[in-house]
Structure formats: C-alpha cells, structure tokens
C-alpha cells in the first residue's frame, strides 16, 4: 500500500506538471483528490490494515493528500495569474497609436430642406421666428378667419387638448398648422413684417405614403403698404428657383383658403418630366408645392391693422413634401423609421 501511495503521488504530480488551463485542473483534482478518487479507496482501505501498519500508512497517505493538494493550489494561483496577465495584455492601450477617428453625425432630410427653405427666404429679408406647439382656438382658428361654425374646420382634423383649471373644453389645441404664428407676430409688431415660421403641427389622419399625423410646416407672411399678388409670385418663384433650380417654370392657380384672399396654389414643372407628363406629376406636367394668397381684411382688422392701408400675403408648406419632391422619395414615412441605410444617403 506504501508502494502504492508513492507510484500515486508521482503520477499526480507528473500530470500537474502539464497542465496548461484550470478547466484541466478542475478535472486533475477530481481524479486525485476528489471523494471517488484512487487516494480516497486507499485511505478507506487503511482500516483494514493490521494495527501496527496503519500508523505509518496512514502518516504516508495523509502527506501525499497534503502535498497534492498544496502542490494543487499553487498551480491554480499559477494559472490564474498567467491569466490575468493574458487578459491585461488583451485590453491594454498604446498610447502612442493615433486616436480612432469619430464617426461623424450628420444631419435628418427634413432638417437639411428645412434650412434650405430657411436660407432661401433670409436672403429675401426675412426673419425666422416660432412658436407654441399647443396653441389657443382664437389663435389656430377663429382669428384666422375660421370659426366654430365655419365648414373649413372640417378640413383640420383636430387634436383638442384636454384642459383643467376652469378653461372651457374644446378651447386648447394641437396647432393643426403653423399659422397661428401670423397672428401672434401681427399682435406684436408693426408693419413692414416679413418672417417665416418653421415647426411642428399635428391633425388626426390616418398613416400612408403621403400622410402623417405629425409633421412640419413653414408658414411665411408679409405685410406692408402696396403689397401686391404679384410680390407673392416673385417671392415664392425666387423660392421654387433657389430650392430646385433657376430653370424651374411656376405655376399659380385659384384655390380657396379661409385665411387669405384672393387664395391661390402654387406648382412647379415635373422635375421628373420637365413638365411632358409622368407617374409623378399624373401625367399633368405640374407638381403642387404650397398654398397662398393675399391676408383677408377680416385677419388684418383683428389685429388691429387698418387693412385700406396695409396689405399682406401668407403662404405654407410642408418640408416633407418639398425634400419629396427634391430627392424623389415616394414614403412619407421614410422620414421617421431612422433607417440609417436611407438616412446616410442625405450628406
């Protein structure tokens, strides 16, 4: 048994030697320390020995369990080390490489058209001002010529503001549009006024290709002695060539907004066909991009402008549209899945 406790503790310790990883240790100890190990059977055995042996087996067995355990957690505490050096040198840094350069960011479609129409009416002389997202219903309608029961609301699908605080239901809105800013700019200044009004507005429609229930606006007035329609066509044709080009035809047609009279739509030739006919424009040549028109009497005696004196003209669109029409995309709502494979083309 003595024999067999020497030729044990040589192989334990020869396999020790070799080993490389603590999964691999793990094992090693299981074999020749664990409860089912050749050590173990021995030590069990010891008590079948005459009394006059087991003293001195038992001596020898309890020192070759005490030197492979210890020669056992002096390779663990080896290996462990050997590790902790390799993952250290895995993270660690030269400091003398050159910096990983950062990705830049760049900036949404609609943010990139939005300053663009911007630039285009600053270098008009017009000033760019905002304002509140939930508004009043004297400012997003009734005095923009459009009360209660006017059959123009309908065409604004409203998203009304639950109110507190002794304010009558009904009273407190989503703007449906950025035009409430007309009157808020007319109430705080005097004539001459040019600004425009870039922001967010909201109505109640279903989602599809061309239609969301959020989206932006640019609204834009002047107002001054002797302003003419024919000033709305030159304005809003420099626009049309600033932002898709000095060879684009505009067109202007009768179309009915309460606000504004007379009131007109305002197109440019098929930038697809050049105005021939196609897909695009339904085949008729022309792609509307905004309403107009000249600021009613009534808009202007509300704010107390003598309208025999002043004249004016409003106009509004959609920066959606606009980067629709500029870059050919067919989904409105390409704009908001932050889909950075449609994104990134925008620079």
């Not at 997202?133 to 059959?151: C, G, Q, R, S, T």
Request: charged share 30%; with cysteine.
């Amino acid at each position: 048994m003595i024999e067999q406790l020497e030729e044990l503790k040589t192989r334990a310790l020869e396999e020790l030697a070799r080993i490389q990883d603590l999964d691999r240790l793990e094992e090693w100890r299981i074999t020749y320390l664990g409860k089912r190990s050749e050590l173990n059977q021995i030590l069990r055995g010891i008590g079948t020995l005459a009394p006059a042996d087991r003293r001195t087996v038992g001596q020898i067995a309890n020192d070759v369990k005490s030197v492979l355990e210890g020669e056992s957690a002096a390779r663990r505490a080896q290996l462990e080390q050997i590790a902790r050096e390799a993952e250290i040198a895995r993270e660690r840094v030269d400091v003398t490489l050159p910096p990983r350069p950062i990705a830049r960011g760049q900036c949404h479609p609609l943010s990139l058209i939005t300053e663009e129409i911007v630039a285009a009416f600053r270098a008009l002389g017009y000033d760019v001002v905002e304002g509140p997202e939930v508004e009043w219903d004297k400012y997003n309608f009734e005095m923009l010529n459009i009360p209660a029961e006017h059959p123009a609301r309908d065409v604004w699908d409203t998203f009304y503001v639950k109110t507190t605080d002794g304010i009558p239901q009904g009273q407190v809105v989503l703007r449906t549009h950025t035009s409430p800013m007309q009157i808020r700019v007319m109430q705080a200044r005097r004539p001459p006024i040019r600004v425009i009004v870039p922001g967010r507005a909201y109505r109640y429609e279903a989602t599809d290709a061309t239609h969301e229930s959020e989206f932006y606006q640019i609204e834009g007035l002047a107002v001054d002695e002797h302003i003419t329609m024919a000033d709305l066509k030159g304005t809003l044709t420099a626009f049309a060539h600033a932002v898709f080009g000095p060879e684009r035809r505009t067109r202007f047609r009768v179309d009915f907004f309460p606000f504004v009279e007379p009131g007109a739509e305002m197109a440019i030739d098929c930038h697809a066909c050049r105005g021939s006919g196609c897909r695009i424009c339904k085949n008729t040549g022309w792609i509307e991009i905004m309403g107009a028109g000249m600021v009613h009497p009534k808009v202007l005696e509300g704010v107390g402008y003598d309208p025999a004196k002043y004249t004016g003209f409003a106009f509004g669109m959609g920066p959606e549209r606009v980067a629709m029409l500029k870059y050919g995309i067919d989904d409105i709502r390409l704009f908001k899945t932050n889909d950075l494979r449609f994104l990134q083309q925008f620079r």
